[in-house]
């Protein structure tokens, strides 16, 4: 965009660059708790955070903003990235009669590499977020980053698609059911609403389990329903397991014991592979070494040995629930905030489930790409030679973390069909 050019996006990216020495992720929420001091902002909260550390580190969060008043997107994106870098010139203008809006979703990038921070900030409404998350997920990407000496290759894979293209993503979930949790019983219902409809978008199978954060009786619900195969119902229904669990809460090791060699769901052949998602919702640290005796070490157990995602749901704001912040850093899964609520006030963790089900689609896609993928908003995908959109509704996506694309709705392709992807990678 030009200097000072009016322009009336309402989906709008931005890039700043400085220098700083520390983890992504710790630059991440600096940075975030700087963007309140923006003029136009009166709340953030952040829907979810991943980290990555490949091919150079890199962390890529959703965030929900509330206005102080009615503003536009590019006026919004600017003031956020002014207060990481301020004094920056050559921004766009918003033109006369560009939308307001006072409810917006910001992706937001931190990329390290050599001794230089990148910054990448895309702004948009939140009404508008389903039909854009996808060319914003691709823009917002840490893999765009390359050097100007850098030699892009041009690829084209193709997949024809057969029955056993169509793989099952399996998910254990750990739900905290002590006294305290008695607030979260509802939001808990809705979001496993909410991933049932993803897990149906993306045209997903699924196997599940559900255990307890209760150190002597974690395995009940196990016990009573046994592993809920593809069975959306008995997931909604089982997934709400009361209050009525013991105050000494230990999720983590229940779920290392549950997944060790003798544990219960290996017993029952669970998983069957290692491309588990494991959620763990709880708003109270995970007393492991209250039944281990030893201190858990994030980076080195068995969800990393055996490759398993881990993603957490837990109270930010409390400095004791680091542990399950770190296991997720460490296995490349989802962070999110318990007490995440919607503009209406209600508790609301729709964000992150849509996330987990889309990276469980990545993990289990056919169409797993050879090479990894940049300029992602340069892919092309074509099925019988007719081109497919880069959106959530009825389209594909290309899932970062699996370097995977993974098709929606009724863009999900057929036995029998082609698929051709060309994109571009970095030799």
């Not at 698609?161 to 169509?166: F, I, M, R």
């Not at 399950?324 to 729709?350: M, W």
Request: charged share 10%; hydrophobic share 40%.
């Amino acid at each position: 965009v030009s200097t000072n050019q009016a322009i009336s996006a309402q989906v709008t990216g931005l890039v700043s660059v400085s220098s700083a020495s520390s983890t992504t992720s710790a630059l991440s929420q600096a940075a975030v708790s700087s963007m309140l001091s923006s003029p136009s902002v009166s709340t953030i909260s952040r829907l979810a955070e991943q980290v990555f550390i490949s091919p150079f580190p890199f962390t890529i969060g959703e965030y929900e903003i509330t206005t102080t008043s009615n503003t536009t997107s590019i006026n919004l994106a600017k003031e956020l990235i002014n207060t990481l870098q301020s004094g920056i010139n050559g921004f766009p203008i918003a033109a006369n009669g560009a939308q307001l809006y006072s409810e917006f979703r910001m992706k937001f990038a931190v990329i390290q590499y050599n001794s230089s921070v990148y910054y990448i900030v895309a702004v948009l409404p939140k009404n508008l977020y389903a039909n854009y998350a996808a060319q914003v997920n691709s823009a917002v990407n840490g893999h765009n980053l390359k050097t100007p000496l850098t030699t892009k290759i041009r690829a084209a894979e193709t997949f024809l698609v057969q029955t056993k293209s169509v793989s099952t993503a399996e998910f254990l979930f750990v739900v905290d059911n002590s006294g305290s949790m008695s607030g979260e019983q509802a939001a808990i219902a809705q979001a496993a609403d909410d991933f049932s409809l993803a897990i149906v978008n993306a045209g997903l199978k699924f196997r599940a389990a559900i255990i307890s954060t209760d150190y002597s009786n974690y395995q009940t619900t196990f016990n009573n329903i046994g592993i809920i195969d593809n069975n959306l119902t008995a997931l909604k229904n089982e997934i709400v397991l009361g209050t009525s669990g013991s105050n000494t809460e230990t999720g983590i090791y229940n779920a290392q014991e549950a997944l060790d060699t003798n544990g219960t769901l290996m017993q029952n052949n669970f998983p069957s592979t290692n491309k588990l998602s494991i959620i763990f919702f709880s708003d109270e640290p995970s007393q492991y070494s209250a039944v281990n005796g030893s201190t858990f070490d994030p980076a080195n157990n068995l969800f990393v040995q055996k490759g398993y995602k881990v993603h957490v749901i837990v109270d930010e704001n409390d400095a004791n629930l680091s542990q399950y912040d770190e296991l997720a850093q460490a296995t490349g899964g989802f962070v999110a905030n318990i007490n995440n609520r919607n503009s209406s006030g209600n508790l609301d963790f729709s964000s992150i489930m849509n996330l987990i089900a889309q990276d469980a689609s990545g993990n289990t896609s056919a169409y797993k790409l050879q090479h990894t993928a940049v300029d992602a908003a340069q892919i092309t995908v074509t099925i019988n030679g007719k081109k497919v959109v880069n959106s959530q509704i009825d389209g594909y996506q290309y899932n970062i973390s699996s370097n995977a694309i993974v098709f929606y709705g009724n863009a999900i392709p057929n036995d029998g069909d082609r698929v051709e992807v060309t994109y571009t990678y970095i030799q």
